[in-house]
């Protein structure tokens, strides 16, 4: 399945992103802990050059436990700061803490100068990360719009934590071309791209031929007719039989079949899985 992807709003997104990084003093890249390679924006190395940025595994609470610590390990030995989070339900001590430690050398160098600096971070990631969800943990209040699909957010806001401490919400930014296959469909996958441009019923059967590879107990449990010799090209039948899914006439309905399979994964109801690892061959 190929996922093409080209909105024009993504190259505005971009440079709202370049002017607003010369407003920040530290960026928060908040990657889905689900497929944190996939969500990983290639360009922002060059964009960011050297200022100083923070790694979220945001949304853990749906990801491998297990492998979210190879990730952490993985960034930690790149020398960044990372922290596995889940924005829904997090401690948002832990979230000001990292991004407080990683700006007090910042802190302290304006102190000696007499300043009381104002910390300013800005919050990157892709559409639908968890990104506004983050900053109204840390701001202990819903105090940016948030949604359960990409898109939400569509210009930059400022959000002051204290007086001495600010966090930028920008729109969610994807690069304009995905250009590896496999990152493209984790980014279906997670629901990062809207649904309404994808073949959902190919979605869907692509992530039940993934799960039935990684999860296959997990997958069975959730959907009694998908057993292990299930063939890759019947597991959306195997769904809406479960479910007992079916069209006037006796047909399967793959659409809502389709509909289920995403919507619970996505909800973490099929299993806590991780998409990629970190020690794979492209790093
Ligand atoms: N389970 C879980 N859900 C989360 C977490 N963080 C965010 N969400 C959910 O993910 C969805 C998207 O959250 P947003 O904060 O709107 O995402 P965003 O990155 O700001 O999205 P855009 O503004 O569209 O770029 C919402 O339904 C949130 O409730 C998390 O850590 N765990
Ligand atoms: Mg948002």
Redesign the pocket.
């Known amino acids: 399945m190929r996922i093409h992807w080209y909105p024009g709003h993504m190259a505005k997104t971009r440079r709202l992103l370049i002017e607003s990084l010369k407003l920040v003093d530290v960026v928060v890249e908040l990657l889905d802990a689900r497929a944190p390679r996939a969500t990983a924006n290639p360009d922002l190395n060059a964009l960011l050059k050297d200022k100083t940025r923070i790694i979220v595994l ?2 853990c ?2 990801a491998d436990l297990e492998a979210t610590k190879r990730w952490v390990l993985w960034y930690e030995a790149k020398g960044l700061l990372v922290l596995p ?4 339900a ?1 401690n948002k001590k832990a979230a000001a803490a990292v991004i407080e430690k990683a700006t007090a050398p910042l802190v302290a160098k304006m102190k000696e100068k007499g300043v009381n600096k104002t910390v300013r971070a800005q919050v990157v ?1 892709i ?8 900053i109204n943990c840390i701001a202990g209040a819903a105090r940016t719009k ?3 699909k ?4 569509r210009g930059k806001q400022w959000v002051k934590i204290t007086q001495y401490f600010e966090l930028l919400d920008t ?2 930014l994807l690069w304009p071309k995905l250009e590896n296959e496999a990152h493209a469909l984790s980014l279906a996958f997670i629901g990062a791209i809207k649904d309404e441009i994808l073949d959902v019923e190919e979605l869907a059967a692509q992530l039940l031929i993934k799960l039935q590879k990684i999860c296959p107990k997990a997958i069975s449990a959730r959907f009694e007719k998908i057993q292990s010799e299930t063939r890759d090209e019947d597991l959306l039948l195997a769904v809406c039989a479960s479910r007992g899914f079916l069209l006037h006439g006796g047909m399967p309905d793959y659409a809502r079949g389709a509909r289920i399979v995403l919507d619970e994964f996505r909800a ?1 109801k099929i299993a806590c899985v991780t998409l990629d690892e970190p020690n794979e061959a492209d790093d």
């Open positions: 945001n949304k609470d749906l989070f889940n924005s829904a997090g990631g559409p639908n990360v968890g990104k506004s969800t983050f948030v949604g359960n990409p898109g939400v957010t729109p969610g973490g």
